[in-house]
T-cell receptor, first 114, second 111 residues
Framework: GAGVSQSPSNKVTEKGKDVELRCDPI?????LYWYRQSLGQGLEFLIY????????KSGLPSDRFSAERTGGSVSTLTIQRTQQEDSAVYLC????????????FGQGTRLTVV | GQSLEQPSEVTAVEGAIVQINCTYQ??????LSWYQQHDGGAPTFLSY????GLEETGRFSSFLSRSDSYGYLLLQELQMKDSASYFC????????????FGKGTKLSVIP
């Protein structure tokens, strides 16, 4: 596609429910990143995929969070048993996985846990 | 792991020059990037420095000193539309390309 696409753009869920957030990276981009951004805060790294390598999951805040990337393209971030502190904007970015390259961000999914 | 430090807020007058500093600690350093994010928007790429020195792109310039683990973003001829958050980010890793962001600097441009 023309850019990184994320869906849904907004999600309101009840505490304790599971949610899935989707990211469609730019075609050909082998690197895919997930970040979380609370209101007025910085970008908190969650997970990084590069090609067929094992993902870097070091940023996942708890075992309720998981992510997968199928076929080296689309990625899904799953949050189980959501808590109110999970409320944030979840941003996905992709890049060509080499030096001197930029990451392109999607518009994010705004998650609200009520 | 990686860590980056940048000021949380900066205020500057329209037409002036402002410098946003960033210091970092990382291993396997490739380069330092800067991203701009307007309220409610997605971060967008501004610049990337892999080598020491100053890179200029229009009104924006970015500087890197690898020996000092330090960089800055320089914005000249400030315009109201430059009011946004600015993030420095290190690209690092041994064979991977991990992109780690600072907490961001909120720039407010005032008339």
């Amino acid at each position: 596609g023309a850019g990184v696409s994320q869906s849904p753009s907004n999600k309101v869920t009840e505490k304790g429910k599971d949610v899935e957030l989707r990211c469609d990276p730019i075609s050909g981009h082998t690197a895919l990143y997930w970040y979380r951004q609370s209101l007025g805060q910085g970008l908190e790294f969650l997970i990084y995929f590069q090609g067929n390598s094992a993902p870097d999951k070091s940023g996942l805040p708890s075992d309720r969070f998981s992510a997968e990337r199928t076929g080296g393209s689309v990625s899904t971030l799953t949050i189980q048993r959501t808590q109110q502190e999970d409320s944030a904007v979840y941003l996905c970015a992709s890049s060509l996985a080499k030096a001197n390259t930029e990451a392109f961000f999607g518009q994010g999914t705004r998650l609200t846990v009520v | 792991g990686q860590s980056l430090e940048q000021p949380s807020e900066v205020t500057a007058v329209e037409g002036a020059i402002v410098q946003i500093n960033c210091t970092y600690q990382t291993s396997g350093f490739y380069g330092l990037s800067w991203y701009q994010q307007h309220d409610g928007g997605a971060p967008t790429f501004l610049s990337y420095n892999a080598l020491d020195g100053l890179e200029e792109t229009g009104r924006f310039s970015s500087f890197l000193s690898r020996s000092d683990s330090y960089g800055y973003l320089l914005l000249q001829e400030l315009q109201m539309k430059d009011s946004a958050s600015y993030f420095c980010a290190v690209l690092s890793g041994a064979g991977s390309y991990q992109l780690t962001f600072g907490k961001g600097t909120k720039l407010s441009v005032i008339p």
